[in-house]
């Protein structure tokens, strides 16, 4: 008995010897992080402005310097701008709220490591400090087209914004903050949306003077929420509906230049912080002539139905009535959508001095062509069926 307690008293002090020398090289600690581990306090030397990427090879498996907290990354703009990130050699923080899946997608871009999804609660302070925490880029693209029963407009559009703007400035470590608005925001707009953001705007300059705040016109792409959405009714129903006459003028934009507009800013030796730039394409178009461009892509006949405002409006009210009345969830909106009509009362072009793509040495994409090639889906018989309405139309009938 007293031998094996020898033995075993002798076994504890070997390990003891192993253990003590590598202490000194590798704190241990219960949790994990060391003994002097600060969990939500940057380890980033922070330079004031000046140029932001260090200088190397490039590609995914280089080292940018950027450590970005992209919150909205698994949004429909999100995917682009991530990619682009990682593209470069960046470390991407994806904050999530939702289920695991959510974010699979996206940590195939980057190198192995280089995509961190990380699950947060919006209206928990601490799990936006720690997903932020290591972060010396933030970039703000939440936004939302619709209310539901547990987000609002202000909350989702202005109040997030300001409260990672705050967040952001109380960081002491972050160099570049971007904000995502929209074109035609304004205290004057008719849209709750657009008001929201343009009061996310204010606020996000108040609270961080260095922001850089991108005003994207609608946003034209693979999974885009305009002309998806019509080829799915057009498919269904034959026909689509043209909120007022359609002559409301827009200059819809490739989302992938968005997304190069936003890196752009990120390369710049600090020229553009505290800037505000409108994103919009190079074409400007009224409502019909997307619509028939939309058509002419799905070779399917042009068939309207034009609603007037007053009319689009009482059609799309009982949802926003509803809303917090009944005790269950109701559908999204999707053609008539209240917010979005009266968006669509007002033009929403790129005003005459503002900042542009070319200021960010971005040249737009047109939208006929490659960036709607996605709307081949919606052809009946395939990608070759039919052909398109000019080749359909004799000389006669010009």
């Known amino acids: 008995m007293q031998a094996s307690l020898r033995r075993s008293s002798r076994s504890l002090l070997d390990h003891s010897r192993v253990i003590s020398p590598l202490k000194s090289i590798y704190p241990l600690s219960s949790s994990g992080y060391g003994f002097d581990h600060r969990r939500y306090v940057s380890t980033i030397d922070v330079k004031g402005a000046g140029h932001l990427v260090r200088k190397g090879t490039g590609g995914r498996s280089s080292v940018s310097g950027i450590v970005a907290t992209v919150f909205g990354a698994t949004g429909f703009l999100g995917r682009y701008v991530v990619q682009q990130l990682a593209k470069m050699g ?47 880029v933030v970039l703000n693209l939440i936004g939302r087209e619709y209310e539901t029963r547990n987000f609002s407009f202000e909350e989702v559009n202005h109040g997030m914004a300001e409260q990672l703007a705050v967040i952001a400035k109380e960081h002491g470590g972050i160099m570049r903050f971007i904000q995502l608005s929209c074109l035609g925001a304004s205290s004057s707009s008719p849209s709750r949306m657009l008001r929201a953001k343009a009061a996310a705007e204010e606020s996000v300059l108040r609270e961080f003077p260095e922001a850089t705040i991108m005003k994207s016109a609608i946003l034209v792409g693979t999974e885009d929420r305009i002309l998806n959405r019509w080829a799915q009714f057009v498919k269904k129903w ?4 043209l909120m007022g006459d359609g002559s409301t003028k827009i200059q819809p934009v490739y989302v992938v230049d968005v997304a190069a507009a936003i890196i752009a800013s990120l390369k710049d030796d600090g020229t553009g912080m505290g800037k505000i730039y409108e994103l919009g394409g190079p074409d400007v178009f009224t409502v019909h002539e997307l619509a028939e461009l939309m058509f002419d892509t799905i070779r399917e006949w042009p068939r309207y139905v034009k609603v007037p405002f007053p009319i689009a409006r009482i059609l799309a009210s009982p949802r926003e009535v509803l809303l917090k009345k009944v005790p269950f969830p109701l559908p999204n909106p999707d053609i008539f959508n209240l917010d979005q009509i009266n968006a669509l009362a007002t033009d929403t072009v790129v005003s005459e001095n503002a900042l542009k793509f070319s200021d960010l040495g971005v040249v737009p994409h047109k939208l006929k062509g490659y960036p709607t090639e996605y709307l081949i889906s919606y052809r009946k018989g395939g990608p070759a069926f039919g052909s398109t309405v000019s080749e359909r139309v004799t000389g006669s009938d010009f």
């Open 90 to 136: 960046s470390q991407v923080l994806v904050p999530f709220r939702g289920s695991e899946d959510s974010h699979r997608h996206l940590k195939l871009m980057g190198d192995l490591g280089q995509i961190v999804p990380m699950k947060y609660n919006p209206r928990d302070e601490d799990s936006i400090k720690a997903v932020m925490a290591k972060a010396n």
């Open 238 to 241: 034959s026909f689509l509906p």
